[in-house]
């Protein structure tokens, strides 16, 4: 029996050829990095791979963040002839403005800090950023100014150069000093199936003074100028669903530094930071976290080397650098530490839901955590060991 209905084409069966890729709206962006970013297009057999290659490049245009909108126009024009022998691709393009500006603030229970922030993007026409930052905090002074400017890769926008310039001025008043650092740093960030790599080498040129009268001599004796000359090696794993109120994921940071390639300061050290974040019920998040680190003094360690531990950023729940070994008041610092947490986050009760209020929870949690100084001639382990006895715990809302 013979039927007149036709089957329907499948897109993955219907064959096109891509003759044209065009990128409309350019104005100060240099068109090859462009056309690296969207010469895929161009190898699309089928009707389906022109949309699927044509959506990816879309995407990693806009990964650029040079562009304000990115839109796609397929199409099937004509020749001279009448009929139709190719597809065109077109995409509208529209540029951010050239300079940009943000003001940004954090504000706790114990500190905040205020930072503004001026950007001139896509400087060169590859995509490059000059930022420039400038960030105070409060009520413990502190005010910096950096100088950044980034370079990605053209062909792949995860691998970047970054080089800065810095200045720091900080009043550490738990550990009564202030100190000054000027410095430089060259930094390479590149993905690897474990996470986003950066691999940096520094220059900080440091200066300790304006004790309060108070200080120890322990603490003294680390005055003057010092020279760091350190390389770094970070790797971080974010698989967070939401950077700033995540329900579900995770988020791993490990930092290797050794200090000694120059200058006066030799150490090695490391720091791991591991976050877990699951979903309970009725909107409510928990969370375990663990931070540890381990200096290795290769000459005596000084206290701007230091870990110090307590307050909202290291420990919360515990004054600001409330752990560890003190002296006269003040905190030392020191050479190996652990910290944990548990934390459950509840959504504001009897308040509509909206995309403000879902990121402003009820923050319940249990801290603990331990900080020791580092004995020369005991080995690494039993460092780690040590800290274990003697801990701290804290909980509250």
Same mark, same amino acid.
């Given at each position: 029996?013979l039927?007149?209905?036709?089957?329907?084409i499948?897109?993955?069966?219907?064959?096109?050829?891509?003759?044209?890729v065009?990128?409309?709206?350019?104005?100060?962006t240099?068109?090859?990095?462009?056309?690296?970013h969207?010469?895929?297009?161009?190898?699309?057999k089928?009707?389906?791979?022109?949309?699927?290659?044509?959506?990816?490049?879309?995407?990693?245009?806009?990964?650029?963040?040079?562009?304000?909108?990115v839109?796609?126009?397929?199409?099937?024009?004509?020749?001279?002839?009448?009929?139709?022998?190719?597809?065109?691709?077109?995409?509208?393009?529209?540029?951010y403005?050239?300079?940009?500006?943000?003001?940004?603030?954090?504000?706790?229970?114990?500190? &905040?800090?205020a930072?503004?922030?001026?950007?001139?993007?896509?400087?060169?026409?590859?995509?490059e950023?000059?930022?420039?930052?400038?960030?105070?905090?409060?009520?413990?002074?502190?005010?910096?100014l950096?100088?950044?400017?980034? =370079?990605?890769?053209?062909?792949?926008?995860?691998?970047?150069?970054? $080089?800065?310039?810095?200045?720091?001025?900080?009043?550490?008043?738990?550990?009564?000093?202030?100190?000054?650092?000027?410095?430089?740093q060259a930094e390479?960030?590149?993905?690897?199936?474990?996470?986003?790599?950066?691999?940096?080498?520094?220059?900080d040129?440091?200066?300790?003074?304006?004790f309060?009268?108070?200080?120890?001599? /322990?603490?003294?004796q680390?005055? &003057?100028?010092?020279?760091?000359?350190?390389?770094?090696?970070?790797?971080?794993?974010?698989?967070?669903?939401?950077?700033?109120?995540?329900?579900?994921?995770?988020?791993?940071?490990?930092?290797?530094?050794?200090?000694?390639?120059?200058?006066?300061v030799?150490?090695? =050290?490391m720091?791991?930071?591991?976050?877990?974040?699951?979903?309970?019920?009725?909107?409510?998040?928990?969370?375990?976290?663990?931070?540890?680190?381990?200096l290795?003094?290769?000459?005596?360690? =000084?206290?701007?080397?230091?870990? $110090?531990?307590?307050?909202?950023t290291?420990?919360?729940?515990?004054?600001?650098w &409330?752990?560890?070994?003190?002296?006269?008041?003040? /905190?030392?610092g020191?050479?190996?530490?652990? /910290?944990?947490?548990?934390?459950?986050?509840?959504?504001?009760?009897?308040?509509?839901?909206?995309?403000?209020?879902?990121?402003?929870r009820?923050?319940t949690?249990?801290?603990?955590?331990? $900080?020791?100084?580092?004995?020369?001639?005991?080995?690494?382990?039993?460092?780690?060991?040590?800290?274990?006895?003697?801990?701290?715990?804290?909980?509250g809302c």
């Amino acid at each position: 029996m013979l039927s007149n209905e036709r089957a329907p084409i499948q897109m993955q069966d219907f064959e096109v050829k891509v003759k044209r890729v065009r990128v409309v709206g350019l104005l100060r962006t240099k068109a090859d990095i462009v056309a690296e970013h969207v010469k895929d297009v161009l190898k699309a057999k089928t009707l389906h791979e022109a949309i699927i290659k044509s959506f990816e490049s879309k995407q990693r245009l806009s990964d650029l963040e040079i562009f304000k909108n990115v839109s796609i126009h397929l199409d099937a024009p004509k020749n001279s002839a009448g009929s139709y022998d190719g597809m065109e691709v077109t995409f509208h393009v529209k540029e951010y403005r050239m300079l940009a500006s943000s003001v940004a603030a954090n504000a706790g229970t114990q500190s &905040g800090d205020a930072s503004l922030t001026f950007t001139l993007r896509n400087l060169l026409g590859r995509a490059e950023q000059l930022k420039s930052v400038s960030m105070t905090t409060f009520p413990y002074w502190g005010q910096t100014l950096q100088l950044h400017f980034i =370079k990605p890769y053209y062909k792949n926008v995860d691998k970047r150069l970054l $080089l800065t310039l810095g200045k720091t001025n900080t009043k550490h008043t738990a550990s009564g000093f202030q100190e000054q650092v000027t410095g430089a740093q060259a930094e390479v960030q590149f993905p690897s199936f474990l996470g986003k790599h950066g691999l940096a080498l520094s220059w900080d040129w440091r200066n300790l003074g304006e004790f309060s009268p108070t200080v120890p001599l /322990s603490v003294r004796q680390d005055a &003057g100028h010092t020279l760091k000359c350190a390389v770094k090696h970070t790797l971080e794993a974010d698989e967070r669903d939401d950077p700033v109120a995540p329900t579900s994921g995770y988020v791993a940071r490990l930092t290797h530094e050794l200090a000694g390639l120059g200058g006066d300061v030799f150490f090695g =050290k490391m720091d791991v930071h591991m976050q877990v974040f699951r979903e309970l019920f009725w909107n409510w998040v928990f969370s375990v976290s663990l931070w540890t680190g381990f200096l290795k003094p290769l000459s005596p360690s =000084k206290i701007n080397d230091r870990f $110090l531990l307590g307050g909202p950023t290291t420990l919360r729940g515990f004054g600001l650098w &409330g752990i560890g070994p003190r002296e006269q008041g003040h /905190s030392l610092g020191g050479d190996v530490y652990w /910290s944990t947490g548990a934390h459950l986050f509840i959504p504001l009760p009897f308040v509509p839901r909206n995309e403000l209020t879902e990121r402003v929870r009820v923050h319940t949690f249990l801290t603990a955590g331990n $900080l020791i100084q580092y004995r020369k001639g005991k080995c690494a382990l039993c460092a780690c060991r040590s800290t274990l006895p003697h801990r701290g715990t804290n909980e509250g809302c």
